[in-house]
């Protein structure tokens, strides 16, 4: 019975080199492990990782609400309250020395565009276009007159006796007798989006086949 309990109790309370090594390692492995997790919770790449993770779920988000923004949420203008009209054909001519007819005209604007200007309209730009065809079945485009209507100052607008910034200039020599067509057009400049464009009015003028 010493024997027995002699042996029992050297291995509870073995010192023998081996087994206390063993001991040490799995104790220190252990104690290491506990430590080394907690102190990845705090790392530099895990912070790193969840603010990368958080900045891209934010950028998701708002590129969806951008998407839905420039399909959905675009401006409508009221054509009702747009006003436009050609007075008259100021100045008719050949300029033989370049070669080309020109014409000047008078025109009228006023328009209210408080319906387009909601909180995602930067700007908008208004200008007038002319289209005529030549003689050789060419479609023609000039802008020959334009203005910025800035958000929240110029959303009524009233131009009255503008003449054309550009005067028309046909190389062709086609203006006599011809149909010119005026398009009021605007552009919607969006904080965020696309640009919208959209043709507000137009008005057709006849030539005269003398000039004047």
């Known amino acids: 019975?010493?024997?027995?309990f002699f042996f029992s109790s050297r291995r509870r309370h073995t010192r023998f080199l081996p087994v206390s090594?063993?001991?040490r390692c799995v104790q220190e492995t252990g104690i290491n492990a506990e430590y080394m997790g907690n102190k990845d919770m705090y790392s530099i790449s895990v912070r790193f990782n969840s603010i990368a993770f958080f900045t891209m779920v934010l950028l998701g988000l708002l590129s969806g609400a951008n998407?839905?923004?420039a399909n959905y949420l675009m401006p409508k203008p009221d054509l009702s309250e747009i006003n436009f009209n050609i007075q008259r054909l100021a100045k008719f001519q050949e300029l033989p020395r370049y070669g080309w007819e020109s014409a000047q005209f008078v025109f009228d604007v006023s328009a209210n565009?408080?319906?387009v200007?909601?909180?995602n309209v930067k700007q908008l730009f208004l200008h007038v276009e002319v289209e005529w065809t030549t003689p050789e079945n060419k479609t023609s485009?000039?802008?020959v007159w334009d203005a910025i209507l800035p958000r929240h100052k110029?959303?009524?607008v009233n131009y009255k006796d503008q003449r054309l910034e550009y005067p028309l200039r046909d190389v062709y020599k086609s203006f006599k007798g011809n149909t010119v067509i005026f398009k009021l057009k605007?552009?919607?400049m969006p904080v965020v989006g696309y640009i919208y464009r959209t043709e507000l009015a137009r008005k057709t003028f006849e030539m005269p086949t003398t000039y004047k």
């Open 141 to 143: 485009n000039n802008i």
């Open 21 to 23: 090594w063993a001991r």
């Open 186 to 188: 605007a552009e919607v």
């Open 67 to 69: 998407y839905l923004t």
């Open 1 to 4: 019975c010493y024997l027995i």
């Open 154 to 156: 110029r959303e009524v």
């Open 113 to 115: 565009l408080s319906s």
């Open 117 to 119: 200007f909601n909180w």
